[in-house]
Structure formats: C-alpha cells, structure tokens
C-alpha cells in the first residue's frame, strides 16, 4: 500500500495509471489506463498478443482520456489501433466497457463477452435469462427474467425504494445519441460474439477457458490459461478491496452467486499468476478469495447485530453498516444484496412500507453464513 499527498494509505486499486506497459507471460501484457470512478484510478487493459495482433481485455470509461491512454499504451507495446483483432469485455461496467465499442469500431474488431452481457446502449433487452445459484430453494423463482431488471433501469427505481438514480438531463441526451451510434466517443459495445460457460478462446496464442462468474454482475466473464495457470479476474477477484456486490441486479441472489462463483475459482485447475482489473497481478488466488469470504462474512454478522433494533428499512440499515462518506447508493446496493441472501437462507423477513421503501427484520441469532454458501459450493467434488 502506498501513501497519498494527504497521507493517507491508498489501495492498489486506487493508484493511478503508471503508462509502462509490463509483459507478465510470453504475448500477455498489462496496460494501465487511467479512471476516475468510484474511487478508482486505473483499469487494467490486457493486450494478449499473438501473430496476428492483439486482443484487447477490457478498454476503459468511454471518453478522449481513455482514448489517448489507449493509444499511448498500445504504442509503448509495439501496437497500433489496427493491430486489434478483438476486444473483451468482462462484464457490463462503463469502467470496462465504455470504450471498448470505440475500440472495435475504430479497429474492425470482433467484440466478445459473456452471452448474457447487457448495456444501457442496446434498446431490446435479452430474454437470456440468469440461472439462480445452485442453492436457493424454490425452483419457481429460480430463473428471473431480465427484463425485471431492465424495467427497474428504465423507471430509475431501486428494488428496495431508496433515492432514484441520479441521472442527469444532459446523460439522457447523451445516451440516447449514443445509443443511435451518434456519439464517436461513445460507440454501443455490442458483441460480435457471445460466450459461453466452458467455451475455449484462443488469445496469445493460448487456449483460454471462458468461466461465467455472476456475483458482482450477471454477466461476468473471467479467462483461465491452464497451461501457465493464468486467470483474467476482471472484478470478481481484487487483490486489495473487496468487489462491490450489489442488488442492482439481474441476479435473484447477487452475493449467493459471487459465493458459488468464488468457490468454483478453487477447482478450474492450478493458478500461478491472477490478473486482476484493477490492482496489480498477485499469485495467491485462495488466499484472496479466503479474506473475500471472512468479508461478507463480518459484514453478515453486522447486519445481525444490527437487527437487534428491530425492524429498519435499507437505507436505515445501510447507515449503520457504513461509515458516513460512504453512505449513498453503492452502500445501499451491498446492504440489500446482504440482506436479500440473508432472507432467502430464512434469516430475516421483509415488508414493503407505505412509502415504497423496503423494511427488514434480521434474525440476531440467525446462522445462514457466506462461509456455508461459499463451502456448499465445492462439497460435492
Ligand atoms: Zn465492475
Ligand atoms: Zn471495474
């Protein structure tokens, strides 16, 4: 952890962009682009270079910043722009696929993500729907269409009533141009191909196994090389903050699935080196993934505690499991994700007050763990 001007500790994540590309295995380089989000200050771009270019892991905000960055980059690894063969998106967060239509456009490139992968710029939702994680119980619910979700998007409403999504007159104007492709900085990341679970992807001449890996979103993708033990995380796996889990969400059961995701890293095979999305490349996957785990873990634990004041709304309880600069939506997010696992393990019960805001009771002496569900995953192997 470095220091800051103020002082004081700063994350990993939070560093920003150093513009040296670094080669971490033969034809697999990393380079840092610079973001201003959510309290980040890079992402990582992964240039996977073979004979007959490069593909391109994740490609920044949308945006001349980002732009520059990547061509700056590119440049400082022997590439260019027309170099690109495809681009890969990890999942649907602006930070990774803001400019990744740009970049395909700009470079007559194949775009690939995961099949269920979704973005404000594509008008007519998918009817991919999202397979609920092996251990919720009710088989009715167990596939949620997306559309749910999307309406949620579009009626600016979070599911547990909290303050609407802020969403400027000028972003709508914007979106909506961008949408219609009118925005050059801006083009829709629609994918040219979509991927499955287990599917093999040739990239740097290696053969990559695509693993879908919903939690942080519905569609996340991650890319394992067995043969030198590389794993392209994107933001499932983080080396130093924990990935945000949230309940804007297609997913019935958001951390449940980051759980089972979690655990199922465990089994793909051997993993030498992660390459993370933000963050520098660590070796220690189940070390990681073990403080992730004991994260929730607490985080549940709070929420039990703080059950013991009876029945309180989201926003109410988000409050007391966040520290003050952090109260806001993303805050309200995690605490609903948490208490929505804890509802459908039967540790708590919810109602929706006059006022459209969710109100939970949490059991204090509950038992439903993060570790139960994240062990559950891996017991039958
Ligand atoms: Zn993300
Ligand atoms: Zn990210």
Same mark, same amino acid.
């Given at each position: 952890m470095t220091a800051d001007p103020s002082g004081r500790p700063r994350k990993q994540e939070q560093e920003p962009a150093s513009p040296e590309p670094t080669e971490l295995a033969a034809g697999v380089i990393r380079l840092q682009i610079p973001i201003n989000f959510t309290g980040l200050g890079h992402v990582n771009s992964y240039a996977l270079v073979d004979d007959r270019g490069a593909t391109i892991v994740d490609a920044g905000l949308p945006g001349g910043e980002t732009w520059s960055a990547i061509r700056q980059r590119l440049r400082a690894a022997g590439l260019a722009i027309r170099d690109v063969h495809t681009v890969v998106v990890t999942h649907s967060h602006p930070d990774h696929f803001g400019s990744a239509g740009r970049l395909a456009h700009a470079a007559g490139a194949d775009l690939v993500a995961e099949r269920r992968f979704h973005t404000w710029f594509e008008p007519i939702p998918h009817t991919h729907s999202v397979a609920a994680p092996? %251990?919720?119980? %009710?088989? %009715?619910?167990a596939e949620e269409d997306d559309t749910g979700y999307l309406g949620l998007i579009r009626a600016r409403r979070t599911p547990w009533g909290g303050?609407?999504?802020?969403?400027?007159r000028r972003q709508k104007i914007v979106r909506r141009l961008a949408t219609r492709g009118l925005v050059p900085s801006m083009r829709p990341p629609i994918p040219t191909r979509r991927v499955d679970d287990g599917d093999t992807l040739t990239f740097a001449g290696r053969q990559w196994r695509a693993l879908h890996t919903p *939690?942080?979103? *519905? %569609?996340h993708l991650c890319l394992y090389e067995p043969a030198e033990g590389l794993l392209v995380s994107g933001d499932h796996v983080l080396p130093t903050i924990t990935p945000h889990v949230g *309940?804007?969400?297609?997913?019935?059961d958001p951390l449940g699935s980051f759980l089972v995701s979690l655990a199922r890293l465990l089994e793909i095979g051997p993993v030498q080196l992660v390459l993370p999305a933000h963050g520098h490349p660590f070796p220690d996957l189940r070390g990681r993934i073990e403080e992730i785990v004991d994260h929730h873990e607490d985080r549940l634990r709070a929420l039990r505690e703080i059950g013991r004041g009876g029945r309180q709304t989201v926003v109410e309880m988000s409050q007391q499991l966040f520290r003050r600069p952090l109260w806001g939506m993303m805050a309200e997010s995690e605490t609903y994700a948490h208490l929505e696992f804890l509802r459908l393990r039967g540790g708590a019960e919810r109602v929706r007050l006059e006022d459209g805001q969710l109100a939970y009771s949490v059991?204090?002496? *509950?038992?439903?763990?993060a570790r139960a569900a994240f062990g559950a995953a891996g017991d039958d192997d």
């Open positions: 092996p %251990d919720t119980s %009710d088989a %009715d619910e303050s609407p999504f802020p969403t400027s *939690g942080h979103t *519905g %569609d *309940g804007l969400s297609p997913l019935r059991d204090p002496d *509950g038992s439903s763990s």
